[in-house]
């Protein structure tokens, strides 16, 4: 069926997959979802080849983890098989891989984000947590080390690349320690992007029925610590984009400002990043290249003249 896309015209996300087989013990998903179901990918490429013909020229492929993508209905992870075949639009200029789950990067699908141009240098991975006591009782598989490894490993293979997390305070059971190792994981590994929530109970998942709930304060003074915490990581971190030159695609003028155009390169996704916003009286249209120097940084948003535009 042709879709309706309710998204600017340039941008749209493609769900590769319903539901879940993970087992986080606060989610709620896979009893309401049901098991992972991929899609085939002849019927994604259809899905993605008709979006472009109308004028789409990112696409964010999304699913509640991405990276288990295929693993039903092929016996083996495909998320590989279908970048490569999505690379292979000629109009498509970004792909943007959301929600990957942490344990299943192949080396692979490591090396094709860094060969490949369309794919963008962005990576979006709910980790969490990094405690591994509180990685354990969340059902997480997987280790502070291991995510460390993981996140080093990115790191070295495409020097540019953009990580983004999210993370969950006040598990129940935590400890003053077991959030300090939080703190410490972030201050270690300098994520560029990190979103941050309490813990929510749900009474039919086994979270929610273990001992040790937290209180509301301390979960919303624990959340105030790591984002001010985070706050000062992106600060630092932000001083070196400072007059660096930016290849940033145009969303669309501010809804209070004509003059100031909302624009982001590929570190940012819509609608979850910060804006780099850009001064200039000429009319851009959505989805319009430009190449944008950074002239000043304010909080988490970065402000660009326009040095030239590319499309
Ligand atoms: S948190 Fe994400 S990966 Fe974990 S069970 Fe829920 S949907 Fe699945």
Not at 30 to 51: D, H
Not at 97 to 123: A, G, R, W
Not at 171 to 176: D, I, L, Q
Request: charged share 30%; with cysteine; glycine share 6%.
């Amino acid at each position: 069926m042709p879709r309706l896309q309710t998204t600017p015209p340039h941008y749209a996300y493609i769900r590769i997959a319903e539901g879940c087989d993970n087992c986080c013990t606060f989610c709620v998903i896979p009893q309401l979802r049901g098991g992972y179901r991929s899609r085939t990918i002849e019927n994604i490429i259809q899905e993605a080849r008709n979006l472009v013909a109308q004028g789409v020229k990112e696409i964010i492929l999304i699913a509640q983890d991405t990276t288990q993508y295929g693993k039903d209905i092929y016996g083996e992870k495909a998320l590989v098989k279908l970048l490569k075949e999505l690379v292979k639009i000629p109009a498509l200029r970004w792909i943007r891989l959301l929600y990957c789950y942490p344990n299943d990067f192949s080396e692979e699908l490591i090396q094709l984000i860094k060969s490949e141009k369309k794919i963008c240098k962005y990576l979006d991975i709910p980790l969490q947590h990094a405690d591994d006591t509180i990685l354990r009782k969340m059902g997480r598989r997987i280790t502070r080390k291991e995510i460390e490894i993981l996140v080093n490993k990115l790191k070295n293979e495409i020097p540019d690349i953009v990580l983004r997390s999210t993370f969950i305070v006040g598990f129940p059971g935590e400890t003053e320690e077991n959030f300090n190792t939080l703190l410490n994981f972030l201050e270690k590994m300098q994520l560029d992007r990190v979103g941050a929530f309490t813990y929510s109970r749900e009474e039919d998942t086994p979270a929610g029925k273990l001992p040790g709930q937290i209180s509301e304060k301390i979960k919303e003074a624990r959340l105030e610590k790591l984002m001010k915490l985070q706050y000062e990581i992106i600060r630092r971190k932000n001083q070196e984009y400072l007059n660096k030159e930016m290849i940033v695609q145009v969303d669309g003028p501010s809804e209070d400002d004509p003059n100031l155009w909302l624009c982001r390169s590929e570190g940012e996704a819509p609608e979850i990043d910060p804006y780099i916003l850009v001064h200039s009286c000429k009319n851009f249209q959505p989805g319009q290249l430009l190449l944008v120097r950074i002239s000043h940084i304010q909080d988490y948003d970065f402000i660009g003249e326009v040095v030239r535009e590319l499309t």
